[in-house]
């Protein structure tokens, strides 16, 4: 069984990596097409990797205020989940 306080810094941590795994392979589609505009597909991904990073910032807004609820209520590091 996980500490609550564990299990919230795993879902933080994931939330990361998706925003920073979308911001790469926006820089890495920018790099690759510096020298001509993007193609149109091309611009699809670019807005829905932006997108992405958008709705993990928003997911670790929304986490954040629920671990504030939650740690209002129980102690994070006594409290466990149930497998």
Known sequence: MEKI?????KVGNWHNKISVGAGVAKAELKQKFKDNPLPPEIEKVFGRLTELERHAVEASK???QLKDVVYGIIDPDIAKTKK
């Open 5 to 9: 306080r564990e299990l919230f810094h």
């Open 62 to 64: 929304a986490l954040n």
